[in-house]
């Protein structure tokens, strides 16, 4: 009998409900709102929120915004725009890291009264010298020792605006001997005179990460502070400032912080200082360019919620480092669409088709099912008539060796319509073919002929008269993957045919209704969605998400 594998997270909480260590899973999703989330992200939020459903737990969404450097509205209602999207539901579990800054403050100094943190006079530079190396004990500051009173009253005056910036910072007291870094008497205040998005001018110093997440955590009660592998070693830093305040008294007590391994991706730019220099240079259209992998890129570009969990499922939850390919997102998002999603015939690089027997003034209403795969989904009316367009490479005047579709003396099928027989050509004065002639057989109406013969290729078509004029965007990876992500001085190896764009599309008249983000599937051609940025009513605008074929093979299951 086969039981259900759960990652080692899931045996970690089994075990402690098991042992009354807490009776509630409440988990959290803490992004610091300095930038857009990217696809890695995604698998934190869902991994927390999955863990939160899975238990009938709690999902807390908080934005740790203790750097007013970097840290704009923007980016926290694109996060929360994201989060959304994705399916996460806090409920009414939204809070700020600035919404605990007044207890952060008194928590500060009941170290300072317990004789484990103390103000520094320290430049950065210094700090940074006395702190030692991996195989080198650091130095003692000459600040250490400062007596308890003295160090109260010089952090009251920090916050009181006594000093200015990089003058003073708060080290917590621990041990300069110790063999992680992390605890060589790390800051956990600095004064910084800056604006901040949620608190205005309140506060001119700001807590430090490491110090203000673990107490964040504790005052929401949060259970298992999940973060990736890089947090290892600022774990038991985490489980000190938690027992030296007073929220727990054992490291082994909730909240207890749990890492897993980081989601990678080759050949994709995630680091947000190289998003933002793209940006900033105009490179791409804005954190949200279909080209980048933040979740607000995929989302425009045409990946629903459901493609990124799937992947995020494939992926896996582990200690150990891997890197996933792109391959595979794309391989989810084709096993989403295309049974979902209607077919429309879409013709991208369109050169007109004459019927030359077809009544000039007629035309027909053609049955076409929506989707062979899915019944569910109908069919639709398609308009047919005298002229069409067929897309430029579907005919070739002297044919290559095993081409099947329209050339001279050729007869292939027009999808669903009928078959048709090249007869001529039209050319302009540069020699470019701009008109294809043809005759048609109307007892094959539905694409069979009643005396049985057959054809080997099949094009697709629309309308010339009542087709929709539309400006299709494709898009390949943004970096050059030979070269890899990036170059000895640290710039990107961009792909300069990151994005082609074609203007003179056209669409058969059904797309004419579509909302943004609608997504479709355009016949031979890929997976497409209408771009919620830049189309309009008047003049649509369509992303390529993803081509029809993919190089990926699902892997097989182990017995």
């Known amino acids: 009998m086969s039981t259900e594998s759960k990652n080692f997270i899931e045996q970690m909480i089994d075990k402690d409900l098991a042992e009354g260590k807490y009776d509630k899973v409440v988990t959290r999703f803490p992004p610091e709102p300095n930038g857009y989330l990217h696809i890695g992200h995604a698998k934190s939020i869902l991994l927390n929120y999955g863990l939160a459903k899975e238990y009938g737990g709690e999902f807390h969404m908080r934005f740790d915004d203790t750097n007013p450097t970097k840290e704009k509205t923007e980016f926290v209602d694109s996060i929360k725009a994201d989060i959304a999207w994705l399916g996460a539901d806090w409920k009414d579990n939204l809070f700020f890291a600035s919404d605990y800054f007044d207890k952060m403050y008194e928590d500060a100094c009941t170290l300072i009264r317990k004789?484990?943190?103390?103000?520094?006079?320290?430049?950065?530079d210094e700090i940074k010298e006395y702190r030692g190396t991996l195989?080198?004990?650091?130095?003692?500051d000459p600040s250490r020792n400062r007596p308890v009173e003295?160090?109260?009253?010089?952090?009251?005056?920090?916050?009181d605006g006594k000093y200015p910036d990089g003058s003073k910072v708060l080290r917590a007291k621990i041990d300069m001997a110790s063999p992680n870094i992390n605890m060589r008497d790390?800051?956990?205040?600095?004064?910084?005179?800056?604006?901040?998005?949620?608190?205005?001018n309140k506060w001119c110093i700001y807590p430090m990460y490491d110090f203000a997440h673990p107490i964040e955590d504790a005052i929401e009660g949060i259970t298992n502070s999940i973060c990736t592998l890089e947090f290892e070693d600022h774990r038991p830093l985490y489980d000190w400032v938690l027992m030296e305040v007073g929220y727990k008294d054992s490291p082994d007590k909730a909240p207890k912080q749990t890492e897993f391994a980081k989601m990678y991706l080759n050949n994709v730019v995630t680091g947000k200082r190289y998003i933002k220099r793209l940006v900033e240079e105009n490179i791409v259209d804005g954190w949200d360019d279909p080209r980048l992998v933040t979740i607000a890129a995929l989302r425009r570009r045409g990946f629903t919620p459901e493609s990124i969990k799937m992947f995020i499922e494939l992926s896996g939850v582990s200690k150990a480092n891997s890197t996933s390919d792109y391959a595979m997102l794309e391989y989810c998002i084709r096993e989403d669409l295309k049974i979902s999603r209607p077919r429309i015939m879409a013709v991208l690089d369109p050169i007109e088709l004459v019927i030359d027997n077809y009544p000039e003034t007629e035309t027909e209403l053609i049955e076409v099912p929506n989707n062979l795969e899915n019944e569910s989904l109908g069919s639709r009316k398609v308009r047919f008539s005298k002229r069409?367009?067929?897309e430029r490479d579907d005919f070739m005047e002297e044919p290559v060796k095993k081409y099947f579709r329209l050339f001279p003396g050729n007869e292939v099928r027009l999808m669903h319509a009928y078959f048709v027989k090249c007869v001529s050509c039209e050319k302009d004065a540069d020699g470019n073919v701009t008109v294809v002639h043809c005759t048609y057989d109307p007892a094959s109406k539905g694409g069979n002929s009643?005396?049985?013969?057959?054809?080997?290729?099949t094009i697709h078509w629309?309308?010339?008269?009542?087709?929709?004029?539309?400006?299709?965007?494709?898009y390949e990876n943004l970096i050059d993957e030979e070269k890899g992500v990036y170059n000895e001085d640290g710039s990107l190896n961009l792909n300069p045919n990151s994005i082609t764009v074609k203007k003179e599309c056209r669409i058969e008249e059904a797309?004419?209704?579509?909302?943004?983000?609608?997504?479709?599937?355009?016949?031979?051609?890929?997976?497409?969605?209408?771009d919620s940025k830049d189309s309009k009513p008047d003049a649509q605008v369509f992303n390529r998400i993803v081509s029809l074929k993919s190089s990926f093979v699902l892997p097989k299951k182990e017995d």
């Open 462 to 474: 629309v309308d010339a008269g009542s087709s929709v004029k539309a400006e299709c965007r494709l």
């Open 150 to 159: 003295e160090n109260l009253q010089m952090f009251n005056d920090m916050k």
């Open 511 to 530: 797309i004419k209704d579509a909302k943004a983000s609608d997504r479709f599937q355009f016949v031979r051609n890929g997976f497409y969605c209408l």
């Open 450 to 457: 009643p005396d049985g013969r057959k054809v080997k290729g």
């Open 135 to 140: 195989t080198e004990p650091g130095k003692e």
């Open 186 to 200: 790390p800051i956990i205040y600095r004064v910084a005179h800056l604006e901040h998005h949620n608190t205005g």
């Open 388 to 390: 069409l367009y067929i």
């Open 115 to 124: 004789g484990k943190a103390y103000v520094s006079d320290l430049t950065a």
